[in-house]
């Protein structure tokens, strides 16, 4: 209850700070002798640029950037038998390396083609990576959020909605092997138990 807290009273402080920081600047373009960068109280602009500087975390991210062969293993319910396919990705850079983009093209047996975005960042505010998910199958994006572990492995969760199942929560489990290699498995909820429905392991072109 207290982390929570103290991220909801983070969150409203900077919302109130960037608030008052418009307000300040606001007034001094009307009054062209006040200088607009002494309208921002030196503690808040550090604490802004503190938190708008890539990490880490980022840079772990841009390690992403390239193109990659993606293979990927389904299994959309514990009595049917696996599927096997194949895809491309590439990923690049956006907004100075904050976040990563993955632009994926991949083919499901019986289904066709499907192409796919992912936005994959870390959120330096709350502490934990965030991503977003959209493709040509459907007309609403899927977000999910959570952290790594000591071993290096991302682990997102969220709520994905369809016209068939209506919504539930999923899992995503980022795992790195090395800068050329990594995998990604995703757990769907099926009849209220949690099943691994896909597995990707990535390989670099």
């Known amino acids: 209850m207290q982390s929570r807290l103290s991220l909801f009273l983070a969150g409203a402080a900077l919302v109130a700070g960037t608030a008052f920081v418009t307000a300040q600047i606001v007034r001094a373009q009307q009054d062209p002798a006040q200088d607009p960068a002494a309208a921002i109280p030196p503690e808040m ?4 640029q503190e938190l708008a500087t890539p990490g880490p975390e980022h840079a ?9 062969n993606q293979s990927y293993t389904m299994k959309w319910s514990e009595d049917m038998p696996e599927m096997a396919s194949k895809g491309t990705a ?9 976040f990563v983009m993955e632009e994926v093209h991949m083919e ?7 192409e796919g975005i992912s936005i994959l960042g870390y ?4 502490g934990e990576y965030v991503s977003i998910w959209m493709d040509s199958w459907s007309t609403w994006p899927t977000f999910a959020s959570g952290k790594a572990g000591k071993d290096g492995k991302i682990e997102t969760k969220g709520t994905m909605v369809d016209a068939m199942a209506g919504a539930r929560p ?4 980022i795992q790195p092997k ?12 099926i009849d209220g138990k949690e099943v691994k429905v896909m597995t ?3 390989k670099r072109k």
């Open 45 to 48: 602009m550090e604490k802004m």
């Open 108 to 114: 499901l047996p019986g289904m066709g083609p499907m």
């Open 170 to 173: 999923f899992r995503m489990v």
């Open 123 to 126: 959120d330096k505010l709350k």
């Open 90 to 98: 590439k990923v690049k850079p956006l907004l100075g390396g904050r």
């Open 200 to 202: 990707i392991h990535a």
């Open 178 to 189: 090395s800068d050329n290699e990594h995998y990604a498995e995703m757990f769907d909820t």
């Open 60 to 68: 772990d991210l841009q390690k992403l950037v390239g193109e990659w």
